[in-house]
């Protein structure tokens, strides 16, 4: 059973930095691939990065490519998802999720390929 706990959350201005954090316990990290999610209130979960266990190939929604880049150090058991040039529009409760093994492409993306979630942590980002 993997446990999963974000941190780095917090409040920042657009056009600012933060860095999140997730912190694994309970198992080989290193086998898992790792996706962040995002909630906005009153919106659905959305995929924002994933990054896959093997060769550390890494996935970005659209609306953060290039301004936001996962990545992982497996002898911390930690995933990391550096936000640069946040805007307004990335303000969500951000979950970071892990799997067991690899997947296809299109998947790494997916809500549902994840069986284990974090508590979620809170990014505001003022106009």
């Known amino acids: 059973q993997v446990q999963l706990v974000e941190s780095g959350g917090g409040l920042v201005q657009a056009g600012g930095s933060l860095r999140l954090s997730c912190a694994a316990s309970?198992?080989?990290?290193?086998?898992?691939?790792v996706g962040w999610f995002r909630q906005a209130p009153g919106k659905e979960r959305e995929s924002v990065a994933a990054?896959?266990?093997?060769?550390?190939?890494?996935y970005y929604a659209d609306s953060v490519k290039g301004r936001f880049t996962i990545s992982r150090d497996n002898a911390k058991n930690t995933v990391y998802l550096q936000m640069n040039n946040l805007k307004p529009d990335d303000t969500a409760v951000y979950y970071c999720?892990?799997?067991?093994?690899?997947?296809?492409?299109?998947?790494?993306?997916?809500?549902?390929?994840?069986?284990?979630w974090g508590q979620g942590t809170q990014v505001t980002v003022s106009s």
């Open positions: 309970g198992g080989p990290f290193s086998n898992y691939a």
């Open positions: 999720a892990a799997a067991f093994g690899s997947y296809s492409d299109t998947s790494y993306l997916t809500g549902g390929t994840y069986r284990y």
């Open positions: 990054v896959s266990w093997s060769v550390g190939r890494t």
